[in-house]
């Protein structure tokens, strides 16, 4: 029991689905009820049950190019015997099944939604449809899941139809996780190279996928800057400044300096592209509660310092994960403390 547990938080991809949650409670803060925990906790509830069901999805469908980029990370549980076949396709359906229901007690669309994106994430990693092989269509796809799917549910959750500046601050989210996604690929070239899954990377090479991710990144936080409700000097400021550390890592990352270097990189800008998701969500929250001047700006410049802190030490040290399960048929051993793959820099598929 404790080992299906494990296995369903590390399905679950706990960075990931705190990504996936500030996207969520962006959307309720959008629609002025960011302070309602219990309303959030169901909006969470289908989210990670989206999460869960994508997430079995990709591995089953990536096996054999995991073996070849990951063969080591304790993430990968059909990898490293944690799980078997059969214990990923229950895990799945059961995620979709609890999202699906769940998102019945929120406004009509919310379940729409959720079937919508349940289908979209199927289509993209399994065969007929699979997407995930078919390059830049891949890399506009994921974030739709991605971003619209929670964001909208927490649209949802509070009214049963979207504004239009709802769906402008969408887009401005959704152009900047463009950005982030494009640079997951680095670590994954060598098997999507050899198993033909033609990525924007592969297609492309390093500088322009970098160029293309700085393009997204600047776009995308104008367009949430430009219709962020009531946006202030202190969050212009703040936003602005990551947006410039975000690129200049991703300048960093157009040359070739080694793989344990770009996964320092990446992780760094997964730090800031979080982060800056994070200010808005602490700015729309305090926005609605109507907090002064004086406490608001506090608050946005010490989120900044603690972003450049993180992307510093990450940028220095790299991600370090200690999360295991149990192998199938095999006594449980703790993993020794390594370095391993940079998560994806908005989602780990």
């Known amino acids: 029991m404790i080992r299906r547990l494990r296995l369903l938080v590390?399905?679950?991809?706990?960075?990931?689905?705190m990504l996936l949650g500030m996207f969520a409670a962006t959307g309720l803060a959008q629609a002025g009820h960011g302070e309602d925990r219990l309303l959030l906790a169901r909006v969470l509830a289908v989210v990670a049950g989206f999460l869960v069901f994508s997430v079995a999805c990709n591995d089953l469908a990536d096996e054999a190019i995991d073996r070849v980029n990951l063969p080591d990370d304790a993430r990968r549980p059909l990898v490293t015997g944690a799980a078997s076949r059969h214990d990923l396709l229950v895990t799945g359906v059961v995620g979709a099944a609890g999202a699906l229901a769940v998102s019945a007690t929120l406004h009509w669309p919310a379940v729409a939604v959720t079937a919508?994106?349940?289908?979209?994430?199927?289509?993209?990693?399994?065969r007929p449809v699979r997407l995930a092989e078919r390059g830049a269509v891949a890399s506009l796809v994921l974030p739709a899941c991605y971003v619209a799917v929670p964001?909208?549910?927490?649209?949802f959750a509070v009214r049963a139809s979207a504004r239009p500046g709802d769906l402008l601050l969408l887009a401005g989210l959704y152009?900047?996780?463009?950005?982030?996604?494009?640079?997951?690929?680095?670590?994954?070239?060598?098997?999507d190279a050899m198993f033909g899954k033609r990525t924007f990377l592969v297609r492309h090479g390093r500088v322009w996928t970098c160029v293309f991710s700085g393009c997204c990144w600047t776009a995308g936080t104008a367009l949430i800057l430009a219709t962020a409700r009531r946006p202030s000097g202190a969050l212009l400021a703040a936003e602005t400044v990551c947006l410039a550390v975000a690129l200049g890592l991703i300048r960093a990352l157009a040359?070739?300096?080694?793989v344990r270097r770009d996964e320092r990189l990446i992780s760094a800008i997964a730090v800031v592209g979080r982060s800056m998701i994070l200010l808005l969500l602490g700015?729309?929250?305090?926005?609605?509660?109507g907090?002064?001047?004086?406490?608001?700006?506090?608050?946005?410049?010490?989120l900044t310092a603690i972003v450049l802190a993180q992307a510093t030490l990450m940028a220095r040290r790299g991600p370090v994960t200690?999360?295991?399960?149990?192998?199938?048929?095999r006594v449980a051993r703790r993993a020794e403390p390594r370095l391993v793959s940079a998560p994806a820099p908005g989602g780990d598929r």
């Open 10 to 17: 590390l399905v679950a991809r706990p960075a990931v689905i």
């Open 151 to 155: 964001y909208l549910l927490g649209v």
């Open 175 to 191: 152009a900047g996780f463009v950005g982030r996604i494009l640079l997951k690929d680095f670590r994954d070239v060598r098997g």
């Open 255 to 258: 040359a070739d300096r080694g």
């Open 116 to 126: 919508a994106g349940l289908a979209l994430s199927a289509g993209y990693s399994l």
């Open 322 to 329: 200690r999360l295991t399960v149990a192998g199938v048929g």
């Open 283 to 289: 700015h729309l929250s305090m926005v609605h509660a």
């Open 291 to 302: 907090l002064p001047a004086v406490p608001y700006d506090v608050v946005i410049a010490v």
